[in-house]
């Protein structure tokens, strides 16, 4: 122990405390915030304490930080010779959670496996032993890598997970992988005409999606995406359902229900970006949030997916959404500023992946609140409530901390 705390003097700098002030910060903003966000709620009002959500997340918050600084009294080098057994076991997670009997169904998901005290969620472990993964096998001398079994073998460990995450089916934590995956292969030193040639496939993968669920008539697709999906891209690009589902031969009777369904299928993100404009500069007040209390924020997403909204409306721009945007800058550029002063190719490549994946996770969350981005289900790293995600995310700022004691620096 009198060695482990001789690393932490002589090691942890200024940036070090900095983050570890930032990292305390998000969980302060996530435990107010999902207490407002519930506090108001009927179905929370007759739960007993332990089982508040808010509770549950101070339990969670006490259980990641023990992992994340558990993390830290072996280096990283020794950590990621685990990373092959572990992602494996991620992997088969998530061919078990597809398993009826097994994987929970929840509104039309199945995503979960229920561990009595909490749903596991292996999604979310998979994200991370991604990390450690891909970062391992991505650290061997660049003229290996540049061969190109090497380089679909790479592909391959954001490709499997990638696929069977959409399978659940959870577009949102699907996507993340892909972007952190590119961001990995590019700081490890991929060639040039390969990742020109990923991105090229992307974009027009991309493209033939959209173009797919846009223009081409429902009768005509031989496979279809699941329902909500493509509505959600509909609601976000603004298209009128009654001309897209019931075309120029829909009755008004029609027309209609589908303008109802299109209605009903924009509240959510409707009323979060009520949310986030009412709060002004300085907010309504810790607690005084409308609409959160009143209900026109779906009590069922107003603490995990839109909680956004819910600190945006309460302390507004000044007090609640530029710091905490700022709290996460500090994470990023935390690790930006670790990958580029590093010459260990391990650490160069963790801690982009890390950085990466929180990047996405924020700029996501953050967009759906503010119809930037479509709906995805995508949680607010280490604020919106779910435990698995919490435990996940500390873990990976665990890493983090982990290569800043640890690295060899430039």
């Not at 101070?58 to 685990?82: N, P």
């Not at 679909?152 to 699907?174: H, M, Q, T, W």
């Not at 990742?195 to 669920?213: D, E, H």
Request: proline share 4%; net charge positive; aromatic share 12%.
């Amino acid at each position: 122990m009198h060695s482990h705390t001789h690393t932490w003097k002589a090691h942890a700098n200024w940036k070090s405390w900095l983050a570890l002030s930032c990292g305390f910060g998000l969980m302060l903003y996530g435990c107010l915030f999902i207490y407002s966000a519930t506090h108001a709620s009927d179905a929370f009002a007759r739960t007993d304490l332990l089982h508040q959500p808010y509770i549950k997340q101070i339990i969670f918050y006490v259980m990641g930080t023990v992992l994340a600084f558990s993390i830290c009294w072996k280096d990283y080098q020794s950590l990621a010779r685990w990373a092959y057994p572990i992602y494996w076991i991620s992997i088969a997670l998530l061919v078990l959670v597809l398993i009826p009997g097994i994987g929970s169904m929840r509104f039309g998901a199945r995503r979960w496996i229920d561990l009595g005290l909490f749903q596991f969620q292996p999604s979310e472990l998979a994200k991370l032993t991604f990390l450690l993964a891909m970062a391992q096998f991505l650290s061997r001398p660049k003229n290996e890598l540049a061969q190109p079994n090497q380089l679909i073998k790479a592909c391959g460990f954001a490709l499997l997970p990638f696929l069977l995450v959409l399978a659940e089916p959870d577009l949102g934590s699907a996507i993340m992988f892909l972007p952190t995956g590119f961001a990995m292969l590019f700081i490890a030193g991929a060639p040039g005409w390969f990742m020109k040639r990923v991105l090229t496939g992307a974009i027009l993968m991309i493209a033939f999606v959209l173009a797919y669920v846009f223009f081409v008539p429902n009768q005509w697709k031989p496979i279809k995406l699941p329902d909500y999906q493509q509505r959600r891209l509909l609601v976000h690009f603004g298209t009128d359902y009654a001309n897209h589902f019931g075309g120029a031969n829909a009755t008004e009777t029609e027309k209609r229900r589908w303008r109802a369904l299109q209605r009903q299928d924009s509240y959510n993100v409707a009323q979060a970006m009520i949310s986030v404009g009412s709060g002004g500069l300085t907010g309504k007040g810790w607690t005084q949030g409308e609409q959160s209390n009143l209900g026109y924020l779906p009590r069922g997403v107003a603490h995990n997916d839109f909680i956004f909204s819910v600190i945006a409306e309460e302390w507004g721009l000044l007090r609640g959404s530029l710091p905490l945007l700022a709290m996460y800058g500090v994470l990023l550029a935390a690790g930006l500023h670790l990958a580029n002063r590093s010459r260990d190719r391990l650490a160069q490549v963790l801690a982009t992946g890390i950085v990466t994946l929180l990047f996405c996770h924020v700029f996501v969350n953050i967009g759906m609140n503010i119809r930037l981005v479509p709906v995805t289900g995508v949680p607010l790293p280490m604020v919106s409530y779910g435990g698995t995600s919490v435990l996940c995310f500390l873990a990976a700022f665990g890493l983090l901390l982990n290569i800043q004691l640890n690295h060899r620096s430039n």
